[in-house]
């Protein structure tokens, strides 16, 4: 763990905090996503129905990389805003602008996960659309993905070794550094440090799949299934999220789940905590009912919405992957 002193920048608010709306990237090139590209749009769009909540939710805005996907998001979800704004893949979570909590919103150097994937716009688009909402951006010189960190609103955070000391990201840049940066940008004063995230994740260890505030000083992280490839990484994070003082529940993981022959990081942590729903990513696993139940029981005020992920998933991510909160 690491302790900063008390920062000038207030920290990002608590995803369960009010949102003024959310940004939710749209499957927009067929080259990417070739036969998964139709069913992972209706994933999409059932996702965006789901926060949206028939109006008790919050404004969605279906961000879409040209005027193609643009018409395909307004007739399968006319409820939502579409903005058309060139980017390479859907992440959003990453690429996106993070909006601190005066308002404000910090852009940082993105580099395609470690170089794995260049594709044009993705660089740009958290400036971009920071300044559709007319927000005050600030630039910040090193390399961070929004779903490499999770916050409960107070300074603290938690994530991964595996990611943010990777050497692909910020290979100058030491653990204290970082935590120093951290402090600085996003007002995280107190960085709890995990080892590994999950195998095969394709973003080094995202802690969105591992590791979910769901109050303060509070995370959520999963329990291992039958065979489950990652039951020594869930181990690791309980031992260190413990050894930090926070207050632990486990959720049910889904176990060891398998794409065109190979093990894929599914993970019903990548839940989205809307104003109205938490939306959970379901695989067809026999944990899958599970899994909602349990998140539930953590949102009492809110309707936990268990939805299907299988063909997003194909992509690297799920729901929190493909959305940014905008906090009201």
Same mark, same amino acid.
């Given at each position: 763990?690491?302790?900063?002193?008390?920062? =000038?920048?207030?920290?990002?608010?608590?995803?369960?905090? @009010?949102?003024?709306?959310?940004?939710?990237?749209?499957?927009?090139?067929?080259?990417?996503?070739?036969?998964?590209?139709?069913?992972?749009?209706? *994933?999409?769009?059932?996702? +965006?129905?789901?926060?949206?909540?028939?109006?008790?939710?919050?404004?969605?805005?279906?961000?879409? +990389?040209?005027?193609?996907?643009?018409?395909?998001? +307004?007739?399968?979800?006319?409820?939502?805003? %579409?903005?058309?704004?060139?980017?390479?893949?859907?992440?959003?979570?990453?690429?996106?602008?993070?909006?601190?909590?005066?308002?404000?919103?910090?852009?940082?150097?993105?580099?395609?996960?470690?170089?794995?994937?260049?594709?044009?716009?993705?660089? =740009?688009?958290?400036?971009? #659309?920071?300044? =559709?909402?007319? &927000?005050? %951006?600030?630039?910040?010189?090193?390399?961070? *993905?929004?779903?490499?960190?999770?916050?409960?609103?107070?300074?603290?955070?938690?994530?991964?070794?595996?990611?943010?000391?990777?050497?692909?990201?910020?290979?100058? #840049?030491?653990?204290?550094?970082?935590?120093?940066? #951290?402090?600085?940008?996003?007002?995280?004063?107190?960085?709890?440090?995990?080892? $590994?995230?999950?195998?095969? !994740?394709?973003?080094?260890?995202?802690?969105?799949?591992?590791?979910?505030?769901?109050?303060?000083?509070?995370?959520?992280?999963?329990?291992?299934?039958?065979?489950?490839?990652?039951?020594?990484?869930?181990?690791?994070?309980?031992?260190?999220?413990?050894?930090?003082?926070?207050?632990?529940?486990?959720?049910?993981?889904?176990?060891?789940?398998?794409?065109?022959? *190979?093990?894929?990081?599914?993970?019903?942590?990548?839940?989205?905590?809307?104003?109205?729903?938490?939306?959970? @990513?379901?695989?067809?696993?026999?944990? !899958?009912? /599970?899994?909602?139940?349990? %998140?539930?029981? #953590?949102?009492?005020?809110?309707? /936990?919405?268990?939805? &299907? +992920? $299988?063909?997003?998933?194909?992509?690297?991510?799920?729901?929190?992957?493909?959305?940014?909160?905008?906090?009201?």
């Amino acid at each position: 763990m690491t302790t900063a002193s008390a920062p =000038t920048t207030p920290p990002p608010p608590a995803e369960w905090a @009010p949102h003024k709306a959310v940004w939710i990237g749209f499957p927009s090139h067929p080259e990417l996503w070739v036969e998964d590209l139709a069913p992972a749009r209706a *994933e999409v769009a059932a996702f +965006a129905r789901a926060v949206h909540a028939e109006g008790r939710g919050e404004t969605v805005i279906l961000v879409c +990389a040209n005027a193609e996907s643009a018409a395909a998001a +307004a007739a399968l979800a006319p409820f939502a805003q %579409v903005e058309v704004q060139p980017f390479g893949d859907i992440w959003l979570r990453d690429t996106g602008p993070i909006l601190i909590g005066d308002g404000q919103a910090r852009d940082f150097d993105f580099n395609g996960w470690g170089g794995k994937y260049d594709l044009p716009g993705d660089d =740009t688009i958290g400036m971009r #659309l920071a300044q =559709t909402q007319g &927000r005050k %951006v600030g630039y910040c010189n090193w390399v961070l *993905e929004g779903g490499a960190i999770d916050g409960d609103g107070t300074g603290t955070v938690v994530t991964t070794e595996q990611c943010l000391l990777n050497a692909n990201r910020n290979p100058t #840049l030491t653990r204290d550094q970082i935590a120093a940066r #951290l402090a600085e940008d996003l007002g995280l004063t107190r960085v709890v440090w995990l080892g $590994d995230g999950l195998l095969n !994740d394709h973003t080094d260890g995202h802690v969105d799949n591992l590791a979910r505030f769901v109050g303060e000083g509070r995370v959520a992280i999963p329990e291992a299934a039958e065979n489950d490839p990652n039951w020594q990484v869930y181990q690791a994070a309980h031992r260190a999220l413990t050894a930090a003082g926070l207050e632990v529940v486990t959720l049910p993981s889904p176990g060891r789940v398998i794409r065109d022959d *190979e093990i894929v990081p599914a993970s019903y942590m990548n839940f989205y905590i809307g104003n109205a729903a938490v939306v959970v @990513p379901l695989y067809g696993a026999e944990n !899958d009912d /599970a899994a909602v139940a349990a %998140v539930q029981a #953590l949102f009492p005020d809110r309707q /936990a919405v268990g939805q &299907r +992920a $299988d063909h997003i998933l194909t992509g690297g991510g799920s729901f929190h992957c493909i959305s940014q909160q905008i906090p009201a």
